[in-house]
């Protein structure tokens, strides 16, 4: 205060953010604004990739073009491998939104309401557990973790799966003070759960509702029986829809499903790869769940005497021993197997965060800093050297991972990229220092970077991994008078691809009507071309721009 009463103007024009725990307009504000620009990135603008994307849009365009919303499909051919939620709802989104954006974009945003209601979700457990102080940092620290944040932006049943976990956690933390409440959330997120993605993520559940009782005596008593008898009937109905809609559809439909859901390592011999296999989930978490994992280790170290006597510490400590459990035990070694364990670390990681000691904040504070502001200069260098060719080190570069790549300027993107970069460096500069700065910090730098790549990296992104133009190469190197196109070793997202982007439908090389096709696709990798029949002459190979690891190859006979 100066001497006649008014404020001095702090630098920047800008109050000092205090990180304290104290709710206000501005901290709200920038939650929800990193939030946000987390979220939605990502989720338009570029064309489906692989893996899953490539196999989830193609199930979803064969659902609008047949209308059969029970026989998944893929270019013509019946697929097993996905549970339907996730494809029910990106086809709703699909028919209705589609009018007004591509299709593909259409069924992405089914990606970010189920995120979005993950976020959610982990925000109602903190407050359950731990009082509304922590609703924030759960979320923060989830969307922190390095390993969700591709993968909550692609077209994948996982994410469905994902939010039928979380809400299960939440049903089981909300039986503490309502026991059939709990048990009705905890039933449908059960159900869900499995609609979502199949048996692993509703394993998890029931393995966390089984492992509950040996724990702690919380979870002893004859209101939680009560709670699982009510989760167990609301999840009934959920769990028996599919399979009896599979039966009724057609005959022996039912057992391929159950037989491809089922699978797993334990369906094949044993051998070394299968018992290493078991340990990776282990080997990511490092990297993965960082940084929700050390703050949910010092969590437990500062409650070591007395985390037997905390619900709010037991609940998703629990959940993260069933959940890794069955993940390396059942689940396949992919990175979308672990995203349900990042559930209870974030939790965990936000209940002892105020008690962190300076010195680790402030490590974790820098280290943040200094990473998202040496990732943000390199994407700026980068666009700066796709625009101009300067400094042309960088745009050597840029010309060897994406040959042919050209840059058009988007005013929209650079002004969002500009103004995020922007209020990245504001948010660092005029917040004071706490343990809470650290992770708000770091959950601002890697959405400042997500952000940057998703806007003025967008255009590079999505060449290297479209498939648009390889398929139009394809369709302008085939026989003028080709009847079919036979395939061998085309995976699934790549016939999903090709279908979508040129009406290319192929048949197995090995069936009947391959005999009368003149043209041959084959998928190999540059260095293990495989050996086709006679009568085949190769016309033409390529593969995407800066792609090293898969090759296309067209015969005709």
């Not at 009082?131 to 922190?144: D, E, P, S």
């Not at 929700?292 to 709010?312: E, G, H, I, N």
């Not at 096709?517 to 071309?529: F, G, T």
């Amino acid at each position: 205060m100066t001497a006649d009463g008014s404020t001095t103007r702090t630098n920047w024009g800008l109050a000092p953010i205090a990180f304290d725990g104290t709710p206000t307009p501005v901290k709200t504000a920038l939650f929800l604004v990193v939030c946000l620009a987390w979220l939605v990135p990502g989720l338009v603008g570029h064309d489906p990739w692989k893996y899953d994307e490539a196999v989830v849009f193609g199930v979803v365009s064969e659902i609008l073009r047949t209308g059969d919303w029970v026989m998944f499909r893929i270019a013509g051919e019946p697929y097993f491998g996905k549970a339907p939620l996730f494809m029910w709802v990106a086809a709703a989104f699909t028919k209705v939104l589609g009018l007004v954006m591509p299709a593909h974009d259409a069924a992405r945003l089914t990606s970010g309401f189920f995120m979005a209601s993950t976020l959610a979700l982990v925000s109602f457990t903190c407050r359950e557990l731990m009082g509304a102080h922590a609703m924030r940092l759960g979320v923060f620290l989830l969307i922190g973790c390095l390993g969700l944040l591709l993968r909550a932006h692609e077209m994948m049943t996982d994410l469905a799966g994902l939010a039928g976990v979380a809400l299960g956690l939440y049903g089981l933390a909300v039986a503490r003070r309502r026991a059939r409440w709990g048990g009705v959330l905890a039933g449908l997120g059960l159900g869900s759960a499995f609609l979502g993605n199949g048996f692993l993520p509703a394993g998890m559940l029931v393995a966390l509702m089984a492992f509950l009782p040996a724990t702690s005596a919380f979870w002893r008593t004859r209101d939680y029986a009560f709670t699982i008898a009510i989760a167990c009937v609301c999840a009934a109905p959920l769990l028996a829809v599919w399979p009896l809609v599979l039966a009724n559809a057609a005959p022996g439909y039912l057992a391929t499903w159950f037989a491809h859901a089922t699978a797993s390592r334990w369906t094949e011999p044993f051998t070394h790869d299968t018992g290493m296999e078991m340990l990776y989930f282990a080997r990511i978490l490092p990297w993965y769940a960082w940084p929700a994992w050390p703050l949910a280790a010092w969590a437990l170290w500062r409650a070591r005497r007395d985390v037997l006597d905390r619900r709010d510490l037991m609940l998703p400590l629990t959940a993260f021993i069933a959940f890794f459990l069955v993940a390396s035990v059942f689940g396949d070694a992919r990175e979308a197997n672990g995203l349900a364990l990042l559930l209870p670390l974030a939790i965990l990681g936000a209940a002892e965060l105020d008690s962190l000691p300076r010195g680790a904040a402030s490590a974790l504070d820098w280290f943040g800093m200094m990473t998202f502001l040496s990732f943000g200069a390199v994407l700026w260098v980068g666009w700066f050297a796709a625009m101009t060719g300067r400094p042309e080190i960088a745009a050597a570069w840029l010309a060897k991972e994406v040959p042919g790549f050209k840059y058009h300027f988007n005013f929209i993107a650079f002004a969002l990229a500009a103004l995020l970069t922007l209020i990245w460096i504001v948010v660092v500069a005029r917040s004071l220092r706490s343990t809470r700065r650290a992770l708000v910090n770091w959950t601002a730098g890697i959405t400042m970077v997500w952000m940057l790549m998703m806007t003025i990296g967008l255009p590079l992104v999505d060449q290297a991994r479209s498939y648009r133009r390889i398929s139009a190469r394809i369709v302008d190197q085939l026989p003028a008078d080709f009847q079919c196109i036979a395939r061998q070793s085309l995976g699934d997202a790549q016939r999903a691809l090709l279908d979508y982007f040129a009406n290319i439908t192929t048949v197995r090389e090995e069936s009947p009507a391959a005999s009368r096709c003149r043209a041959l696709l084959v998928q190999s990798a540059p260095l293990k071309i495989p050996v086709v029949g006679p009568g085949w002459t190769e016309t033409w190979r390529g593969s995407r721009p800066g792609d090293r690891n898969e090759l296309f190859i067209l015969y005709k006979r």
